[in-house]
């Protein structure tokens, strides 16, 4: 039964990348041989749907071409483990909202085609929990677009997920910097959510951490793109981070997670780095397409964080939206938080390096 519970969630996590992503993935650096049964998996999972997704390039390029997608979406960023699952979560519970959910960030070269098959099969297969936190999941929750974007190109956050030992190298290549590789498929990846989830939909809403680094890219393309920015103590969201890391790498990982230690330096110059980035690009946006919401007041007041969305950016509807919202609120509080703990000595080593 473990077996097929980690087979299922490697496939949902980093299954189906199309095989000249892999290939492009292999020429920047080289798996560890003990970890070749998860090298496989990608690459015989990608292989097998490559044909459909020719298929379905051919059926949905010229509506993909044509979609018009919403010229405001709102985009929720914030350092990894600083809420914006969960405000994710919550805002695409609403009807209103189209977003990328597991159905599609799990084979989107596939998702428009086989849509109603994924979503049947998801639901059979999919394990009940994330593996990386133990949040509750289905085929229909939705997730972060970075996901999905890693199945159509290398140039994604998400290599630096699957090469651990080179993540410094990775984070740089792709959260850092952004390629035009980058840029082309996360506008594919956006027009496939608006046809995958669109449907009766009139917001689009997205949530990637990474488009901290990526403000001019997405104010390049939608002018009007409102910003939700998460805000948690520097320590607790990369201690939490740190520990999702190891785990994502024993799951999805081409190499072996490195020691702690290194793991907590790694992650604390990238947290630096980013916030970094995001300071630089501020001033990008106009004032009233940026709110800031604090991680605390999230969790003890979701409703009326959410709502203070809406009431920011006047996006109307929250009569209709607020049973959805507070329906899901509902679900979460039964949600019990894995604890995050990290050994004396990476605990020693994160708070010296985040000490004034």
């Known amino acids: 039964m473990r077996s097929w519970k980690v087979l299922s969630d490697r496939l949902v996590a980093a299954g189906f990348i199309r095989p000249s992503v ?8 080289r798996p560890a041989a003990s970890r070749w049964p998860v090298s496989l998996l990608i690459g015989l999972s990608g292989l097998l749907v490559e044909p459909l997704a020719w298929l379905q390039t051919l059926l949905f390029q010229q509506r993909l071409r044509r979609s018009k997608l919403p010229p ?17 979560q919550l805002l695409a519970s609403d009807p209103a909202w189209a977003t990328a959910r597991n159905s599609l960030t ?33 085929e229909n929750d939705p997730q972060e677009d970075e996901v999905g974007i890693a199945r159509l190109t290398m140039d994604t956050h998400m290599a ?18 952004c390629s035009a590789a980058y840029e082309r498929q996360w506008l594919r990846f956006t027009r496939l959510t608006w046809l995958h989830d669109g449907a009766g939909s009139s917001r689009l809403l997205i949530k990637n951490s990474a488009h901290m680094a990526r403000v001019a890219m997405v104010l390049r393309h939608f002018p009007r793109a409102r910003f939700v920015l998460l805000r948690r103590e520097a320590e607790d969201s990369i201690r939490s981070l740190v520990q999702v890391k190891q785990r994502l790498a024993e799951l999805v990982g ?5 020691d702690l230690c290194t793991q907590v330096e790694q992650t604390v110059a990238a947290h630096r780095q980013l916030i970094n980035a995001f300071e630089v690009s501020r001033p990008l ?52 938080a894995d604890p995050v703990q990290l050994p004396a000595e990476a605990q020693r080593r994160l708070r010296e390096l985040l000490a004034p």
């Open 106 to 138: 799990v084979a989107p070269q596939v998702a428009l085609l086989l849509k109603p098959l994924l979503r049947l099969f998801m639901r059979a297969w999919m394990t009940a929990v994330r593996p990386i936190d133990a949040v509750p999941w289905s």
């Open 22 to 29: 892999l290939f492009q993935g292999l020429q920047l650096s």
């Open 254 to 258: 081409l190499q072996p997670a490195p």
């Open 160 to 177: 630096a997920m699957a090469f651990p030992q080179l993540y410094p190298f990775h984070f740089r290549r792709t959260v850092m910097r």
């Open 285 to 336: 946006i106009p004032a009233d397409q940026l709110l800031e919401v604090d991680y605390n007041d999230l969790v003890a007041m979701p409703l009326e964080t959410v709502q203070r969305i809406y009431d920011h950016f006047r996006l109307g509807g929250w009569d209709e939206a607020r049973g959805p919202i507070r329906k899901r609120i509902s679900q979460a509080r039964s949600y019990t």
């Open 72 to 88: 405001d979406p709102v985009v929720v960023i914030g350092h990894w483990r600083s809420g914006t699952t969960f405000l994710h």
